[in-house]
């Protein structure tokens, strides 16, 4: 089974921009109120017992607080100017900042005065002018937010279909636990045409179930390799131990600096705790969808780029174990990959489309 090892600590950044509170904004007035059943994700917020707060990520049905999962951000006590009505009906998202990076749903408010939502992640592109932007995003007008497209249930693998790729996997590896964490990521598998989306969950399935022994391992099997992932030259060093940034999960997540950039990214300590991806289902597939959506590794592009423009499934092996396998380096390890993602694509009914290999 192949380990990755090398993967890029480029991360473009958390796409909430948070609000803390201070004497500037402790007094402003209070956003739309919290709705348990409406959803949120990041940079989105609402007001909760007198303050307003900000989440972080996507989440729906947890009442804001500084506890939980920590999804929500504190931004001090409101009130006192009544709630915020943008022009447009009644939104409080933040203002659009080029060059600041948001992600697929993320809601912006424009110079113009009006509202946008990225249909994709981006690095703060202009929504005027750039086609990573849907137009204009309408609020309703009775108090609440229209709530953005998530892909929650939307993920186009049932369980029946999930059981037959993986009939080994253990207990940890829950379907349950894949769909919670596909929560935080609105365009994973809801991007493009039907074909697209069923083609991004068997790209996804058969690099994890390589990566993990067919969703059997949740930590990497050669202990000896463990002490081999601390980089000593990173300034916040290996605060969990020399052997703490082994492989772990579907996705087998490797060395410090990445246990901080997805901890970093998901709003979770995982510098401090790696052993969370061992012990909480939604948290070890979180970081493999992570990695998935945000990195390309020694590849030139994320491995969901790859497979929702064309490029094919080889360039989603280029991403994550790339600088071992392809070129020749490995080809009985990108005959795994393949042949599982063919498979996988057949119980889905759907093409595996071309360039399979790298």
Known sequence: MSMVATVSVVVAGVAAALLPMTASNAAEACVAAYSSSAVYTGNQRASYNSHNWTAKWWTQGEAPSTGGSGVWADNGACGGGGTTTPPGGTCSYPSW?????????????????????????????????????????????????????TGSGNFPVSEAQFNQMFPSRIGFYSYAGLIDAIKKFPAFTTTGSDTVKKQEAAAFLANVNHESGGLVYVEEINQANWPLYCDRSQSYGCPAGQNAYHGR??????????????????????LNNPDRVKNETSVAYQTAIWYWMTQRGPGTMTPHDAMVNSRGFGETIRSINGSLECNGGNPAQVQSRVDAYNRFAGILGVTPGANLYC
């Open 97 to 149: 900042v080029a060059g600041q990076f948001y992600a697929a749903g993320s809601i912006v408010k424009y110079t113009n005065g009006q509202y946008y939502q990225a249909s994709h992640e981006n690095p703060g592109y202009d929504p005027v002018i750039s086609t990573w932007y849907w137009s204009p995003y309408t609020c309703s007008g009775g108090g609440t937010t229209t709530p953005p497209p």
């Open 249 to 270: 999960g579907p996705i087998q997540l490797s060395w410090n600096f990445n246990y901080k950039a997805a901890g970093d990214a998901l709003g979770i300590d995982l």
